[in-house]
């Protein structure tokens, strides 16, 4: 599986801070709704409602994973009037969402057919 060349690649060894941060980072990615949000806004900033309709969870359970993705400082907000709108904060948290799908549509187009 290949993720990225090697010109991408961290350029020096991690420390526990970095791994840390990383795996909190992965651990928010984790969640399927989440993800889901957050592939939303990749393609640019959107309010709760345009993406409780992208995700199809109810919208209770968007605005709390919004608030977890907001304090853990991968999206921000913005007022526009009533409403908050919502961005990735970004472009490294976007090429690590598209980089797991990849990954993802690769394992699917590797798996065995179904007889």
Same mark, same amino acid.
């Given at each position: 599986?290949?993720?990225?060349?090697?010109?991408? /690649?961290?350029?020096?060894?991690?420390?526990?801070?970095?791994?840390? $941060? &990383?795996?909190?980072? +992965? #651990?928010? *990615?984790? @969640?399927?709704?989440?993800?889901?949000?957050?592939?939303?806004?990749?393609?640019?900033?959107?309010?709760?409602?345009?993406?409780?309709? /992208?995700?199809?969870?109810?919208?209770?359970?968007?605005?709390?994973? $919004? &608030?977890?993705?907001? +304090? #853990?400082? *991968?999206? @921000?907000?913005?007022?526009?009037?009533?409403?908050?709108?919502?961005?990735?904060?970004?472009?490294?948290?976007?090429?690590?969402?598209?980089?797991?799908?990849?990954?993802?549509?690769?394992?699917?187009?590797?798996?065995?057919?179904?007889?």
């Amino acid at each position: 599986m290949h993720l990225s060349s090697a010109h991408d /690649a961290h350029p020096r060894t991690p420390g526990e801070e970095q791994f840390a $941060l &990383a795996a909190e980072l +992965l #651990a928010l *990615l984790g @969640d399927r709704t989440r993800l889901t949000l957050l592939h939303a806004l990749t393609a640019g900033e959107a309010d709760v409602t345009t993406l409780t309709e /992208a995700c199809g969870a109810a919208r209770p359970a968007v605005s709390q994973h $919004l &608030a977890r993705l907001r +304090l #853990a400082g *991968l999206v @921000d907000t913005r007022k526009a009037g009533r409403r908050v709108i919502y961005s990735l904060r970004d472009g490294h948290l976007r090429r690590l969402v598209d980089e797991a799908l990849n990954v993802a549509d690769h394992r699917l187009s590797d798996r065995p057919p179904h007889d």
